[in-house]
């Protein structure tokens, strides 16, 4: 069984920056991405950014030039930098792994979310 925590959310003022982090315990067969995700109150689940086990990263639109995302070589952890944070940026955020539990089974597993509250 897989399970993710995530560490590093708080309080922040406009402007100002956060990291957050996401550890992996227990195993999966094949790795394919992994991830962060967002949600506000109110709002439905958004994707903030991926990185693949072969290092490609996507972000979503309204993050892409403030937020990184990186992960160890291990696959063991996943990272998120965040600059330049606004007030609208405000949610729950989720770290995500995906792949494969088995060679015929996949799997999906979130983190149980970190608040990110970022004051105008």
């Known amino acids: 069984q897989v399970h993710l925590v995530e560490s590093g959310g708080g309080l922040v003022q406009a402007g100002g920056s956060l990291s957050l982090s996401c550890t992996r315990s227990g195993s999966l067969f094949h790795i394919v991405a992994m991830g962060w995700y967002r949600q506000a109150p109110g709002g439905e689940r958004e994707l903030v950014a991926t990185?693949?086990?072969?290092?490609?990263?996507n972000y979503g639109d309204s993050v892409k030039g403030r937020f990184t995302i990186s992960r160890d070589s291990g696959l063991n952890t996943v990272y998120l930098q965040m600059n330049s944070l606004k007030p609208e940026d405000t949610a729950v955020y989720y770290c995500?792994?995906?792949?494969?539990?088995?060679?015929?089974?996949?799997?999906?597993?979130w983190g149980q979310g970190t608040q990110v509250t970022v004051s105008s």
């Open positions: 990185v693949t086990s072969g290092q490609s990263t």
């Open positions: 995500n792994i995906r792949g494969y539990d088995t060679p015929k089974s996949w799997g999906d597993y």
